[in-house]
């Protein structure tokens, strides 16, 4: 048996600030307990995200100083950040996410864009699965989850969770629960979710409500813990015989 304890960081997000998101992220991470070996941030965190063109005046490159800072962040505290952002490159917007550890940070770009992201950036083409301390590991981000295709592609022995940085809209509650739960059974996996809260004030640009309820899904499609609308830390230990003992039942994996 083995066990790794990991964090799914639910907090609001200051659009189109980011040194004030940098800023609660090495709070947050800072004040998660020691064990914690991997925290999952929400969607868009280091930018923030609003329809207009202002959403690329805060752009960031992967090579830039604010990723290179998340390295410094996994380094002194030991712990795998995934945190999305949007990505400048080559005069190109990519809704993004990055998988930052001391030595590495592998981005995954969102596949399927929702409502005016359409408008703003242009969806990502690659699959990407990283190594996380829970193991393999693959990238999904919010409106990813709807595309079954995107979890089958992922329908590998060795993928052991999905990673799924989101901001929810409140009013699609359900849905967001639904799928999470759908895609760890799909492929008998773990999902680890993590979901924005609060609202986004932006001057000019719409109100919008985010969900929160990040949560933890079992590899068998059941809740194992979740959060509500507050800013908290939801931290869990996910133990590999429950994983086992999953694909046991289910077979999928039965060669």
């Known amino acids: ?63 830039g100083p604010e990723l290179d800072a998340l390295a410094r962040v996994a380094s002194d505290h030991d712990c795998h950040t995934l945190v999305g952002f949007v990505e400048r490159a080559d005069g190109t917007y990519y809704n993004a996410t990055a998988y930052v550890t001391p030595e590495t940070t592998t981005v995954y770009r969102k596949r399927h864009l929702w409502g005016s992201e359409r408008h703003w950036l242009t969806p990502g083409d690659e699959r ?3 190594e996380t301390p829970v193991g393999r590991a693959a990238l999904l981000t919010c409106y990813d989850l709807n595309f079954v295709a995107e979890s089958h592609a992922h329908l590998d022995e060795d993928v052991v969770a999905l990673l799924v940085p989101g901001a929810w809209p409140a009013a699609h509650d359900a849905n967001w629960r639904l799928l999470c ?54 931290v869990f230990t996910l133990d590999s015989t429950v994983l086992d003992g999953a694909r046991e039942t289910v077979g999928i994996f039965r060669r």
């Open 1 to 63: 048996m083995s066990t790794t304890t990991v964090a799914v960081v639910q907090c609001p997000v200051a659009d189109l600030d980011v040194e004030a998101n940098l800023d609660r992220l090495r709070g947050r991470v800072a004040g998660l307990p020691d064990d914690v070996s991997l925290a999952v941030f929400p969607e868009t965190f280091l930018t923030g995200y609003v329809p207009d063109e202002r959403v690329h005046d805060v752009a960031l490159a992967r090579d």
């Open 128 to 130: 990407v699965t990283v």
């Open 181 to 234: 739960r759908a895609r760890a059974l799909d492929g008998v996996r773990w999902v680890l979710a993590a979901g924005r809260t609060g609202t986004r004030e932006v001057l000019d640009a719409p109100e919008t409500a985010y969900n929160g309820r990040s949560l933890v899904v079992r590899p068998d499609g059941t809740v194992a813990a979740t959060l509500d609308r507050a800013s908290r830390d939801l």
